[in-house]
Every structure is written in C-alpha cells, then in structure tokens.
C-alpha cells in the first residue's frame, strides 16, 4: 500500500509554469508505475500523463503534449509534473495516482490516489 500527497499547486498566469510534486508519505513509489490526473468543476477526472516503475516510458495526453513532463526519482519516492506554457483551460484539480500495472489512462487503472492540488491559470 501507499500515500500519496500532492504540493506545488496554485495560481498563476497564462503562459506561466508550475512544477508539481507527489511525495509517497507512506511505502515505496518504486514499485509502482505512477500517473497524474485532473478534474475541473463539473467535468470528469482526465489523464494527463503517465510514468513506468523507472522512468524508462513515459506518455502523456495530446491536450499537453510538448508543455507538459512527468518525471520521477525513485531515490526521493517522489513523481513530479512540469508544467510549462499553461492555458486557462489546464486549470483544476491535479491528483497523482499509483499502478501495480503500467498503461492506464483511466481513473479506474490505479489504484492508489491522493488528495489533489488545486492549479488555477488566469487569462
């Protein structure tokens, strides 16, 4: 079993980049591939990017291709989310989740989640 817990969220403005953080406050992120989500108000939890066990592969969705970078370090029990060039439309919740398996793009292949970190892009 692990925790989860996000940081690194806020407001910011449009054009403007954030990095967020996931910790693994209790087991071992290296055992897990590992994935990041958002939720804005009234739409459904999406897929942003996903990770495997050692960083070897990596995906993310087309809505922050070339913006957006997930990345780990293992040594740190710590998955990290680039955010570069934001847009209004990023804006919303972000939650990191863990995986027995990598590959998942929906919610329903992880098992394991955190509180979320709210990031907010003004125009």
């Known amino acids: 079993q692990v925790q989860l817990v996000e940081s690194g969220g806020g407001l910011v403005q449009a054009g403007g980049s954030l990095r967020l953080s996931c910790a693994a406050s209790?087991?071992?992120?290296?055992?897990?591939?590992l994935g990041w989500f958002r939720q804005a108000p009234g739409k459904e939890r999406e897929f942003v990017a996903r990770?495997?066990?050692?960083?070897?592969?990596?995906n993310s969705a087309n809505s922050v291709k070339g913006r957006f970078t997930i990345s780990r370090d293992n040594a740190k029990n710590t998955v990290y989310l680039q955010m570069n060039n934001l847009k209004p439309e990023d804006t919303g919740v972000y939650y990191c989740a863990a995986a027995r398996y990598y590959g998942a793009v929906v919610t329903t292949g992880y098992d394991y989640w955190g509180q979320g970190t709210q990031v907010t892009v003004s125009s």
């Open positions: 990770i495997s066990w050692n960083g070897g592969s990596t």
């Open positions: 209790k087991g071992t992120l290296s055992n897990y591939a």
